[in-house]
């Protein structure tokens, strides 16, 4: 073979293989091309439309109109129920979020020890985590009745009176908290699988070294599972602010505004009250606390998340 | 024998290609129903859930052949306005294709009328000499705007004291009169009536309840009426909210101390979730408001319940009125089939629907001939189409009269549920609130 024969031939190789990627390469475009248009057209352009829209004014009845920083500047000085919602909603979410992390920890380590049943009670407690939304509003809403609930009924045996969970300022919030609870066992599964990975040569060594529960709890179980629990405090700050259906069907943000979380207030902006301009300066001054409070969690995650694989990288 | 066809799959995608497309081309606005038929489509919205859909659209059945050309293409999102209708209706709007008739709240009207979106349905009604005094007047005239009329009622829903007579009887109260004009039943006499009905136990504990406290708006409204105040100054060209004067503040703390005061009504604790319906029916409560809507519930009371007007006071006797509109937008391309459906409605299919126990009707006529007459409880249905007769109190003409209702709720919301006793306080924090949204939702001068 001459050398001119030879490098023809390697070069045809080539041209082979790059063709080969390419069709690679527009192969998988085309498997996820549904997604990216799906994103495209379903999230990203309304996003940027409605970053748009909250700077002008559109009932979309009729044309938009350019308003500049208006809607922003209702927004923060001349409209006080933005920020009581705003602090309606962190409220909340200050005694949801840690109470649905521990709770839905502890039913985890709970039901991963070896009992009877162990499945029937998984399944029991993982159930309402499958409910539709509004089912478990309407069903809550009875269970809260003060005069005929089930709540307060379980009181009167104890001999305490319940008060108007819904009906009264002070405890509508204490009550969605409760309500919250009841769909621990979505995290409950998430911690399961993260107790399970955690593998037992440790608590054996442990063990050998004398460690008693406690220490084997926070020296082993509550570090290995750390990431989980980022995962779960991440996705839960997201899920609990974004609280909407409950008080949408429940109270409609009564009474006097003390349910008035900020997704309902937008959402009646929005859809009731048509201020699509305002309601979207509402959507992005939300999308960005969401999106700050993310990053601050993210900058701690280092001082309180262990992962295996970086500490092995790291010896 | 069948006979087996080979397809490449070139010639597939093809195929497939052009049935989509061909089905694309035959959805666009019109296409369709030229190539299916000369007959023209009129779509209608309504918000209703069953059984009042079910209802409707069988009262609606007959129209296509009443009216040979034109088509009905009847839809209805369940759950009132806000639970996804408004939603629905906007976004047809938005993308320029409405149905051809579609309910509305009256609050929204203002805005529609503002935009100029509605059809005007005068010189349809001027042409067809279309008796107009038939509804109430109050309603035709929120659906006039300089000379135009632009919509027809939907239904004319009137509020009443539902009672159960027995409680009544047995506490020796008077009842509710069931006379728009009677001298008595005064707002002494309601106290009175409230006073005997109320019962508690050795304890102190309350037993029997005289009347509901709500805080449905269109209720404590009425409280308003009755004691001589009003919401704004104007109804029609609203410039200021009134809630502050004594009339309007009088009524509201006579209405809240009713619970907090004298405990004839049961506290949040006692009903706020469950409404009045549970203690109505396990009669430990006198009396309470509601429209034709509850009258399923207490068709099978085991005991007497009947209908009564409010109690008359230093404003004379005073009620609240739905009347909420269908109008027709301006863009429609079948105006003519969106009046005959209009016709329609308020013509024989309201007949179908009042008789099958929908609604309360529209006209008068029809009132009394199948409303009032009809035999099943509760007694006293002529309260409602005297209510509807004598209806005086129109929602404010405002774009944003919706948006102002739910300032104005969160603030008596304080009142009803004891956070704040003082009336007078919760109507001037109102009165703050309100005005400069009054001066945004003007939209016309008087």
């Known amino acids: 073979m001459s050398l001119a024969q030879f490098v023809k031939n390697q070069s045809g190789f080539a041209n082979l293989s790059i063709s080969y990627q390419r069709g690679e390469t527009l192969l998988a475009w085309a498997m996820v091309s549904p997604w990216v248009a799906g994103f495209l057209l379903l999230t990203a352009f309304p996003m940027v439309a409605s970053l748009a829209l909250s700077f002008f004014k559109w009932n979309i009845l009729s044309p938009p109109e350019y308003v500049g920083l208006a809607n922003y500047h209702k927004l923060f000085f001349s409209d006080p129920l933005p920020m009581h919602s705003l602090k309606i909603t962190v409220i909340f979410s200050l005694a949801s979020i840690p109470l649905n992390i521990v709770f839905g920890l502890v039913i985890a380590m709970l039901l991963n020890t070896n009992i009877r049943g162990l499945a029937v009670f998984r399944t029991i407690y993982y159930l309402p985590a499958i409910l539709s939304g509004v089912a478990v509003a309407i069903l809550w809403q009875w269970i809260f009745s003060s005069d005929f609930g089930l709540l307060n009924t379980a009181l009167r045996i104890f001999g305490i009176e319940g008060p108007a969970w819904l009906g009264s300022k002070v405890w509508v919030l204490p009550a969605f908290v409760i309500m919250r609870l009841w769909s ?98 509402l959507a992005w001054v939300f999308f960005l606390a969401i999106l700050l409070l993310t990053i601050i969690l993210f900058a701690t995650a280092k001082f309180w998340v262990y992962y295996e694989a970086e500490s092995e990288e790291d010896n | 024998m069948s006979k087996k066809i080979n397809m490449s799959r070139r010639d597939f995608l093809r195929l497939t290609g052009m049935s989509s497309l061909a089905a694309g081309v035959y959805t666009l606005p019109g296409v369709g129903s030229v190539l299916a038929q000369d007959d023209q489509e009129v779509t209608i ?96 005239e929120a659906y006039t705007h300089e000379g135009g009329i632009y919509g027809m009622p939907d239904n004319v829903a009137s509020i009443a004291i539902f009672y159960n007579q027995d409680l009544f009887e047995e506490a020796g109260a008077m009842l509710p009169t069931a006379q728009w004009d009677d001298e008595g039943w005064t707002v002494d006499d309601f106290f009175n009536s409230c006073e005997a009905l109320t019962k508690t136990d050795a304890n102190g504990n309350t037993t029997q309840w005289a009347c509901d406290v709500t805080g449905w708006d269109k209720v404590w409204q009425t409280w ?23 009339g309007a503040v009088e009524g509201l703390q006579f209405y809240a101390d009713l619970r907090w005061e004298y405990g004839f009504a049961p506290r949040p604790e006692a009903m706020a979730e469950m409404g009045t319906g549970a203690l109505m029916q396990t009669g430990r409560l006198g009396m309470f408001y509601s429209g034709s809507w509850a009258f399923p519930n207490y068709r099978e009371a085991d005991f007497n319940i009947a209908l009564g007007h409010y109690p008359s006071g230093p404003g004379g006797r005073a009620n609240y009125v739905y009347y909420y509109p269908l109008v027709v937008p301006k863009t429609t391309q079948v105006p003519e089939c969106a009046w005959n459906l209009l016709k329609f409605f308020n013509g024989p299919a309201m007949e179908t629907i009042i008789r099958e126990g929908g609604l309360q009707g529209t006209s008068f006529a029809e009132q009394e001939k199948w409303f009032v007459t009809d035999p099943l409880p509760p007694a006293n249905k002529h309260v409602m189409l005297d209510a509807a007769r004598h209806f005086v109190a129109p929602d404010p003409v405002l774009t944003n009269w919706g948006e102002i209702t739910q300032i104005m709720q969160a603030q008596i919301d304080l009142l009803l549920i004891g956070e704040e006793r003082d009336a007078k306080v919760v109507c001037d924090e109102i009165v703050r609130q309100v005005n400069p949204l009054i001066a945004e939702g003007q939209w016309r001068t008087g």
Not at chain 1, 241 to 269: C, H, K, V, W
Not at chain 2, 62 to 81: E, R
Not at chain 2, 112 to 128: N, R
Request: hydrophobic share 45%; with cysteine.
């Open chain 2, 224 to 246: 308003v009426r009755i004691f001589g105040g009003q919401l704004v100054d104007d109804p029609f060209f609203p410039t200021e909210c009134a809630l502050n004067e004594a």
């Open chain 1, 184 to 281: 621990v066992g979505g995290g409950m599964i998430i911690y399961l699988a993260g107790l399970q990975a955690i593998p037992t040569d440790l608590y054996e060594a442990a063990e050998i070294d004398g460690a008693n529960w406690w220490q084997r709890i926070f020296s082993i179980t509550l570090p290995m599972l750390s990431p989980t629990i980022f995962f779960q405090l991440i996705t839960g700050v997201i899920f609990t602010m974004q609280i909407f259906t409950e008080t949408f069907i429940m109270t409609d943000g009564g009474p006097a505004n003390a349910s008035l979380f900020y997704l309902l207030y937008l959402y009646r902006q929005a859809f009731q009250n048509f201020k699509m301009g305002y309601a979207s300066a």
């Open chain 2, 45 to 140: 919205f309504f918000w209703d859930g069953p059984p009042l859909i079910g209802i409707r659209e069988k009262a609606l059945a007959p129209f296509d052949d009443a009216y040979p050309g034109c088509k009905l293409n009847f839809t209805s999102v369940p759950g009132g306005p806000n639970q996804g209708y408004n939603d629905k209706l906007f976004t047809g709007l938005a993308a320029g294709i409405p149905p051809d008739v579609f309910i509305i709240e009256i609050g929204l009207l203002p805005q529609f009328l503002k935009d100029d979106l509605l059809l005007d349905l005068k010189p349809y009604v001027d042409a067809d000499d279309y008796d107009l005094s038939q509804f109430p007047d109050l309603a035709i």
